[in-house]
């Protein structure tokens, strides 16, 4: 069985993915040695407001669409990027709890079938989650934390294809489902109001989206960079 492939290899996404993680603890020695605020700064905060963007590495199960294309192509979608908004709450010095509005976009996934011209398919996947996550944090000017969350993973994926250049398929479907994230990270305290945060997690739907028939299990590692103020 002839396969065409035009998409950058698995291989090269998960030396991507390490050479991330390698970043992420770089940066959290940095924070470690660079701390400047006192270790009690969140008990006298009640609220925080952040925003933040993030890098999304696709981890994506796409087995049942190629067995649908007879497994002609191998379904390879891009990384992804994007942002998000929290509004939270701390429970006490360790614990708080937070709504997370997150948007990623550049799942891409673009195919030539018996060369360029032939056959072109041409796809974008957009993912936003709605999600309900409890962190636990270590007191500290550096305050590394656990976080899981729930919610729900809305999708729509957009395709376009082509053959001779003559168009004979487009069109949009969305669908959503319910989702899940793991995740750690650590948050400095730039001034007694502003935390930095750095944060690597996985995030997951519980169920493949289905995408009037085509079946997509959408998951990925999400790094995110971002800034909150406490009050």
């Known amino acids: 069985m002839i396969r065409f492939r035009t998409i950058t290899p698995k291989d090269n996404r ?3 993915m390490k050479k991330s993680l390698i970043l992420i603890a770089l940066l959290m020695v940095l924070c470690f040695c660079t701390s400047s605020y006192g270790a009690d700064a969140a008990a006298s905060k009640s609220w925080y407001v952040g925003i933040g963007g993030s890098w999304a ?3 994506f199960d796409t087995g049942d669409l190629e067995d649908d294309l007879l497994n002609l192509v191998d379904v390879d979608f891009d990384d992804g990027w994007g942002g998000s908004a929290t509004i939270g709450y701390h429970v006490n010095d360790n614990c708080s709890i937070a709504f997370v509005y997150s948007y990623l976009t550049d ?4 195919e030539s079938i018996g060369g360029t011209g032939v ?3 041409d796809s974008d996947l957009d993912v936003m989650t709605f999600m309900l996550e409890g962190k ?3 007191t500290g000017d550096v305050s590394p934390y656990v976080v899981l969350g729930a919610g729900a993973m809305y ?3 957009d395709g376009d294809v082509t053959v001779y250049a003559a168009p004979i398929a487009s069109g949009s479907e969305s669908d959503t489902q319910v989702c899940g994230k793991v995740g750690l990270g650590v948050d400095w305290w730039a001034t007694p109001e502003v935390t930095i945060g ?3 997690s996985y995030v997951f739907g519980f169920s493949d989206h289905d995408f009037d028939g085509a079946e997509i299990g959408i998951r990925y590692f999400n790094i995110g960079l971002g800034v ?3 009050f």
């Open 136 to 138: 636990y944090s270590m």
């Open 57 to 59: 590495i696709e981890n």
């Open 107 to 110: 799942f891409e996934w673009d």
């Open 14 to 16: 998960r030396c991507k």
């Open 155 to 157: 999708a729509d994926w």
């Open 119 to 121: 056959i072109d398919i």
């Open 228 to 230: 909150a103020y406490h």
């Open 198 to 200: 750095l944060e690597g």
